[in-house]
């Protein structure tokens, strides 16, 4: 869906592509990325893919008198994979809550989208266990459902 040829990117998604050359060429100067008038919000652009979650698309304008460090790009191209699982390493989610080391790895397993019975039968212990470690994860986060527990720990990810 996404190839790079003679240094340019070339993406299946034709809607994607337009809106993405439009923010390129018509852009106003140096000053801030503006909404483009094809309904994406700001400096973001959703490229559409077969079989797959889409790919976001974060353009970010680099400024003139920043521009020797990045060989006189004039924007840099974040690309997320809205497909890929993306958790901090336990030991940072351990740091950040002063999780145990096993919480810390239930934690993270919780935030990939795992089941207490999943992650049961990862660890090799028991679901009671793993309910009791979550218990104590909610408390030392202030969180109370795993799907809450799943976004603070998302948002370590952003940092």
Do not use: C
Request: hydrophobic share 45%; glycine share 6%; proline share 5%.
């Amino acid at each position: 869906d996404f190839r790079i040829r003679n240094g340019r990117l070339h993406m299946r998604d034709d809607k994607a592509r337009r809106t993405l050359e439009r923010m390129l060429w018509q852009r106003p100067g140096d000053r801030e990325i503006r909404p483009t008038p094809s309904g994406y919000e700001g400096n973001i652009v959703v490229a559409r893919r077969e079989a797959k979650r889409p790919i976001l698309i974060k353009v970010l304008s680099v400024q003139s008198v920043a521009r020797s460090p990045f060989l006189g790009a004039r924007f840099i191209l974040l690309l997320r994979d809205m497909e890929a699982v993306r958790t901090p390493a336990a030991t940072i989610i351990a740091e950040v809550f002063s999780l145990s080391p096993a919480e810390a790895r239930v934690a993270a397993m919780v935030a990939a989208g795992s089941s207490p019975e999943e992650i049961a039968d990862e660890l090799l212990v028991t679901r009671e266990t793993v309910r009791n470690q979550i218990k104590a994860i909610f408390g030392k986060t202030g969180t109370h459902r795993q799907n809450e527990l799943a976004a603070l720990i998302a948002r370590i990810q952003e940092a």
